[in-house]
């Protein structure tokens, strides 16, 4: 197979890119490119967009890749965790943290995060207006607080909330060009070593309650202390908990607001949503049980993540020589993927600009590639919340469109922020309708 390559020499290919990457890549996704490749002096950018080229780099060839300079220097944040481990480390945490999330054991959050958004719906009123990006993250923050670590950022756990905060802050601001630039690097470290003692101080105290009471907690970190007892050391459980923490919080709260935005554009979409939730639902609240039989909410969800996917760029970086397509690619270079482009690539998608959750009947989906879609990366690396991020996404919205009907407040430029996720550079407003 050869691949469209366009290759651009010098400092101003990488200010162009580093800039602002989503234009970058969405322009490569326009016209058709499926690598790019840039280069200054010895330093390598290649950005791919084909799904077969992911696939390679992504599944195929996994082995071959680190996670790269980018995802290490983020590591005086995350520490050793599972979103920036590497080798046997990482596999062997891997092994032992993914049995907690498989579909079935996740199933108890479920309840959860209904409750959590009736909660939260009961403070809104008719007519009001709110800024939705922040009313999400405030229900994803509880969700998670609950979830992963038993404290309620409604309750009596807020230092635990505001400790995650801001570490939350400091990994989102985070630029993956600073990996590159030493001066930045050294500012960025001396920042998260602050933060993280007021976070390792505040789990340290989380992590005795539980193992002091543990009859009381019914969450992430209590099935993994019961999975392995005192055999996986604390710093390490401080780690996994955290990296869990920054890995859902931010993804999960944008693609439910990206949700509110898509619907409030698309009200035909919103009635056949609301219409299946009365059918399957009636007046009662939404379950695990149910999500089966909510298909097109299911459809829906999966829309809003093909077209505004929260963690829009994935990077690797090969740890020997390797060919991409008829490139040689030499070690140490970065690779990156953006499912922003490849989502919306017309190659790949018919219409790719329509929110279309039609597009995800189980029919339509054999005619293209598989990874012309990954909102969740891949293979060993893939994302370890999907599920629990699918049906966080999937109650929630059902909970919540049951009963309200959020339109946009008029006169709003919707501009995107790309940072590590894909943001929008202002709240959104909406104004809250009940049905
Ligand atoms: C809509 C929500 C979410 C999206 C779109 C998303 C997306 C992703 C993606 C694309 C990756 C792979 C990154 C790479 O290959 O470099 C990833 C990794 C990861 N995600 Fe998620 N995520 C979401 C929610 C969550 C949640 C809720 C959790 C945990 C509660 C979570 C935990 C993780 C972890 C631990 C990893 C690292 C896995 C590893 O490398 O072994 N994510 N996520």
């Excluded at 993914?98 to 007519?127: K, L, N, S, Y």
């Excluded at 990996?179 to 003692?197: M, N």
Aim: charged content about 20%.
């Amino acid at each position: 197979m050869s691949y469209q390559v366009e290759h651009a020499e010098g400092l101003l290919s990488f200010l162009r890119f580093g800039r602002n990457r989503l234009h970058f890549v969405a322009g490569m996704a326009r016209r058709g490119i499926d690598v790019s490749a840039l280069r200054m002096g010895s330093k390598r950018i290649y950005v791919i967009n084909h799904p077969d080229l992911i696939r390679d780099v992504l599944v195929t060839h996994e082995s071959s890749f680190t996670k790269g300079a980018g995802l290490e220097a983020m590591k005086p944040i995350f520490g050793e965790g599972l979103l920036t481990s590497e080798g046997e480390l990482h596999g062997s945490q891997r092994r032992l943290v993914q049995p907690v999330f498989q579909h079935g054991r996740i199933a108890r959050f479920g309840a959860t995060m209904v409750q959590c958004a009736e909660a939260h719906q009961q403070r809104w009123a008719d007519g009001q207006q709110v800024a939705m990006d922040l009313e999400m993250m405030q229900l994803s923050l509880r969700v998670l607080g609950l979830t992963l670590l038993g404290a309620d950022s409604d309750g009596a756990d807020k230092n635990v909330s505001q400790a995650l905060i801001l570490a939350y802050s400091l990994f989102t601001g985070f630029n993956p060009m600073v990996a590159l630039f030493a001066p930045a690097r050294k500012r960025f470290e001396r920042r998260a070593a602050f933060v993280r003692s007021q976070v390792d101080r505040v789990l340290t105290k989380v992590i005795d309650e539980h193992r002091r009471n543990p009859e009381a907690y019914s969450d992430v970190l209590s099935m993994l202390l019961e999975s392995f007892g005192d055999s996986m050391p604390e710093h390490q459980l401080r780690d996994e908990v955290l990296t869990l923490f920054l890995a859902g919080y931010g993804t999960s709260s944008i693609a439910l607001t990206w949700a509110w935005f898509l619907l409030a554009l698309h009200p035909d979409v919103g009635r056949r949503m609301q219409a299946e939730l009365d059918a399957v639902l009636g007046k009662s609240l939404p379950t695990f049980e149910h999500l089966p039989q909510l298909e097109y909410t299911g459809w829906v969800f999966r829309e809003v993540l093909r077209l505004y996917p929260p963690a829009w760029m994935i990077a690797r970086e090969p740890i020997a020589p390797y060919m991409l397509g008829e490139i040689a690619v030499p070690a140490g270079s970065m690779i990156t993927m953006s499912s922003y482009a490849t989502q919306r690539d017309s190659r790949f998608w018919q219409k790719p600009e329509d929110f279309d959750p039609e597009r995800w009947q189980p029919v339509g989906q054999r005619s293209r590639p598989q990874f012309a879609y990954f909102p969740f990366g891949a293979a060993s690396r893939s994302c370890m919340g999907e599920h629990f991020a699918i049906m966080q996404g999937v109650l929630v919205l059902a909970t919540l469109a049951q009963q309200w009907s959020p339109a946009l407040l008029d006169g709003q430029q919707v501009e995107l922020r790309p940072q590590i996720t894909l943001r929008p550079k202002e709240s959104i407003h909406f104004s809250l309708k009940r049905r």
